[in-house]
């Protein structure tokens, strides 16, 4: 269910669906960054967002 977040519309149970996942991991992927969602029945969901290291992609000018 976790992989299916990032990829295509969900119908959750209350008949709302949605594409906020889908949108949010290509803007990450845009970025190089990635969403890692873990969950568990009766532990709850967390959802990390992992940042690449821009510092060695910026370029500085004298």
Known sequence: MTQRL???PVVT???VGGCGMIFCNRVMQSFGGRIRIVSAPS???TVTLEFP???DRVRSYP
């Open 53 to 55: 290291n821009l510092k």
């Open 6 to 8: 990032r990829v295509g």
């Open 13 to 15: 149970n209350a008949g």
């Open 43 to 45: 532990a709850g969901t």
